[in-house]
Every structure is written in structure tokens, then in C-alpha cells.
């Protein structure tokens, strides 16, 4: 059973476009949310997170939207460089695990 | 500041071969410790993680195993490998006080 459902599978975003990413998940238990990006041959790191309390946080060119009762959460990156191809990863966790999405393969071209 | 080890960074097996990566931490204490994998393709899956020396538990059911030996020290380890165990293998350590997961660099492996 796939506990967090993450789409598109890969995306393709010309420099300066939004990309936006979109993860759902079932356990309401779950009580944060977080962003990893990974470059190929590299472990993931960690990017940006949320929690449930809020339904928006931003981090310079990078938003989480939260919406609690649709059991959703997404990505915008903004002004998309060709240095933010990556494969994008949601997860939730509750009590020290994180549980991840299949993850978005990201390419931004110039 | 806090760092993590993992080799080696690839390795190609034979299937019925035996496995053993081993991944460190440095400059924490009695953190929590995580192997995930990740297959061509998909996302990553949570094979065992650890909360302490000896406490193992597992998520998938497999033919792999986990030992934590010492408080920094993961292990991953495999009797025979399979072809189905080819994958990229990640280590990663949280505090254990937030759900803040730090990953190493990760080990290629391909059973052929």
C-alpha cells in the first residue's frame, strides 16, 4: 500500500517557468512533510518542509502549499534554473519514519 | 559538524554472492539509523532502521538483514544475493529529537 502518491513522474520546465510537483497522502497521523532533492549518484537533501499547522511556506524560489483537508502538498519552484534538474521527492513521516513518494524527475531547459 | 559514511560507492556482485556495506556517522551520539533503497525507477523504499545498538527493525520483508554493532555503525548484509537486489543503497541518520533525515552518498550495487 503507497502511503504517499507523488506526480508527475518526471516534468519538463523551460528557464524561468514554475514547476510544480504534487504529492497526496492517506495517514492523517502523518505530521510532517518534507521536500528532498537528489542529483544523480547522490543521496537526497533534505530542501524544504512542513507541517500541518500552516498551509504555505516559502524558502526563497521554493513554496510548499499544504491543504490538510484534501490530504495534499506540492513544490512550486519558481524562476526554474537548469542547476534545479533533480529528481524531487515528497515524503511524510510520523515518529521517525519518513515515508517517500516514487519521486519527479525534474529537467530545466535554458 | 555531523557527517556520514557510506561505502563503497559501487560494487557489482554475483547473484549467490554475500553483501556487506557499512555506513558511519560522525559527530553525533546514539542517533537514529536508516537503509533505504532505491530501485531504478522508483522511489525509496525504507528497509530497516535503528534506534539504538542491537534494536533493528525491519520493513521488508527480504533476504537482507541489519546490524548496528556499535552506536554509529550500520551494517547491511546479504547471505546470497538475488538479481532483484541490484539497487541504489542509501544509509541516513536523523537526531531521533526531529524527523530531520540526513542521507549518505549511497552504494550502486548490480548483481549480474
Known amino acids: 500500500q503507497q502511503q504517499v502518491k507523488q506526480s508527475p513522474q518526471s516534468l519538463i520546465v523551460q528557464k524561468g517557468g514554475i514547476s510544480i510537483i504534487n504529492c497526496a497522502y492517506e495517514n492523517t497521523a502523518f505530521d510532517y512533510f518534507p521536500w528532498y532533492q537528489q542529483f544523480p549518484g547522490k543521496g537526497p537533501a533534505l530542501l524544504i518542509a512542513i507541517r500541518p499547522d500552516v498551509s504555505e511556506k516559502k524558502e526563497g524560489r521554493f513554496t510548499i502549499s499544504f491543504n490538510k483537508s484534501a490530504k495534499q502538498f506540492s513544490l512550486h519552484i519558481m524562476d526554474s534554473q537548469p542547476g534545479d534538474s533533480a529528481t524531487y521527492f515528497c515524503a511524510a513521516s510520523k515518529a521517525d519514519k519518513l515515508i517517500f513518494g516514487t519521486g519527479t524527475r525534474l529537467q530545466v531547459f535554458p | 559538524s555531523q557527517t556520514i559514511h557510506q561505502w563503497p560507492a559501487t560494487l557489482v556482485q554475483p547473484v549467490g554472492s554475500p553483501l556487506s556495506l557499512e555506513c558511519t556517522v560522525e559527530?553525533?551520539?546514539?542517533?537514529?539509523l536508516y537503509w533505504y533503497r532505491q530501485a531504478a525507477g522508483r522511489g525509496l523504499q525504507l528497509l530497516f532502521y535503528s534506534v539504538g545498538i542491537g534494536q533493528i527493525s525491519s520493513e521488508v520483508p527480504q533476504n537482507l538483514s541489519a546490524s548496528r554493532p556499535q552506536d554509529r555503525q550500520f551494517i547491511l548484509s546479504s547471505k546470497k544475493l538475488l538479481l532483484s537486489d541490484s539497487g541504489f543503497y542509501l544509509c541516513?541518520?536523523?537526531?531521533?529529537?526531529?524527523?530531520?533525515?540526513?542521507f549518505g552518498s549511497g552504494t550502486q550495487l548490480s548483481v549480474l
Open positions: 541516513a541518520w536523523s537526531t531521533g529529537t526531529d524527523e530531520k533525515l540526513f
Open positions: 559527530g553525533t551520539s546514539n542517533p537514529n
